[in-house]
């Protein structure tokens, strides 16, 4: 499907059209994902359903993404970018169009955990074509001197979504129901698909060779294809194994905030909000930066381990201060500071890493190695919730924060092993 009559004759300034619109389609989709979970009481409420429910229902979303961004990622490299963009979003709005028809209470009528778990489901197999098809288009239009950033920006996506989802859904879903929820989700949707259909394109051969910088020659891509390249699988082990402790800050920090220090709904909210926003500066910077010094491995590295460093020191605030000495304004104070700062780092290299794996699988396979790291954050996003209250059961929040240390050290040489020392001494070694 990606034959010669969907190759742009546009000129390499359309790239950040097609930059525009996967960042579109990518804060459409997170806007769901990210944002109907911050609804959880009214969706209990709602449906009637008691926690164990509760969880279930959320985790389905995250399942299909992860079961579904694989075979998204491997159609994407097939078909192309632009094929997959618009069945997906389509697909996505019209399945959560039928959510709003039959799946959202109505006055008696409650849907059952059978019908809203299948909805949700249905949702996250559907709009997990976004990630990798999308990912692909950004490597195909921008040079390597500009990937890191153009991926960062279309990265800055997920927590945009995110903050958006927070902000809205939950007044939308108190004020009009979650009919009214679902059916603006489908909108949004749609509107990204239509963004789609205007500027995605593959590129002709002169935008790419108007992208290509001179200074900056092509890396080897795998020859194996990157199923069968280790060096793949190494990165995309590291992306979801760090992507635990984001998870556990995104989806256990207000608990924390609320339940070991005390605090309020209006300073959670802006903790989070916070963390939000200090992800997208970050992952912003941090691609361009990273694209100017050519130093992504050390970065990434040292990402890991400020990680470690931050996540070790949230649980020993966790061990030292407890009780009613927990409340006190100095404690509240650091465990604000502490978890936004470990929620930002865990969150400001993404787009830095999605950069590396996708040159490493080359331009023409992103999307299936895209698919395979989704996969891995999204299998991380089914079980870190579920993982979480176990880990509290067996020695609180300290252990909790001690776990996303240690998650963030096994990433470290994952995602960036140190080079093999050069044959001769003295020789410098890309970092």
């Not at 092993?417 to 070694?429: C, D, E, K, L, W």
Request: with cysteine; hydrophobic share 55%; charged share 10%.
């Amino acid at each position: 499907m990606s034959s010669s009559s969907s190759i742009s004759p546009r000129p390499a300034r359309h790239r950040w059209k097609v930059l525009a619109a996967g960042v579109a389609a990518n804060a459409a989709f997170s806007v769901a994902f990210s944002g109907i979970p911050m609804t959880a009481v009214l969706l209990r409420t709602g449906y009637r359903l008691d926690n164990a429910s509760l969880g279930l229902a959320l985790g389905l979303m995250g399942l299909g993404i992860a079961l579904s961004e694989l075979p998204w990622g491997l159609l994407t490299d097939r078909w192309g970018d632009r094929p997959v963009l618009l069945i997906g979003l389509g697909s996505t709005a019209l399945a959560l169009g039928a959510m709003a028809l039959w799946a959202a209470p109505r006055g008696e009528h409650i849907p059952g955990l059978g019908v809203l778990g299948a909805g949700l489901l249905g949702v996250g197999l559907l709009g997990g074509s976004v990630n990798g098809a999308s990912g692909r288009a950004v490597m195909l239009w921008f040079g390597d001197g500009e990937r890191g950033l153009a991926m960062s920006i279309r990265q800055t996506a997920v927590p945009l979504g995110g903050a958006l989802g927070a902000l809205l859904l939950p007044w939308i879903a108190l004020h009009f129901g979650f009919a009214a929820l679902y059916a603006v989700l489908a909108l949004l949707c749609a509107v990204g698909a239509a963004l789609c259909w205007a500027w995605v394109h593959e590129p002709s051969s002169s935008a790419l060779a108007g992208n290509a910088p001179a200074h900056a020659p092509a890396r080897p891509a795998s020859a194996a294809g990157p199923l069968r390249d280790a060096r793949v699988w190494r990165i995309v082990g590291g992306i979801g194994i760090l992507c635990a402790p984001q998870f556990a800050v995104l989806s256990f920090g207000t608990v924390f905030l609320h339940d070991a220090g005390g605090l309020g709904l209006a300073v959670i909210t802006a903790a989070m909000v916070g963390v939000q926003a200090g992800a997208m500066a970050a992952r912003v910077w941090s691609g361009g930066w990273t694209d100017r010094h050519r130093n992504r491995p050390a970065y990434l590295r040292a990402c890991s381990a400020l990680a470690v460093g931050l996540f070790a020191a949230l649980a020993l605030l966790g061990s030292v201060a407890s009780g009613q000495a927990a409340h006190a304004l100095p404690w509240q104070a650091a465990m604000v500071a502490l978890l936004v700062a470990s929620g930002i780092c865990v969150s400001a290299w993404h787009g830095v890493a999605y950069t590396e794996l996708a040159v490493l699988a080359g331009p023409t396979r992103a999307g299936t190695a895209l698919g395979m790291a989704n996969t891995s954050v999204f299998l991380v996003c089914f079980v870190t919730p579920f993982s979480i209250p176990h880990l509290m059961a067996a020695g609180a929040w300290p252990l909790v924060w001690a776990m996303a240390a240690l998650c963030a050290l096994v990433a470290r040489p994952l995602l960036a092993p140190r080079p093999a020392p050069t044959a001769q001494a003295g020789s410098p070694s890309r970092a």
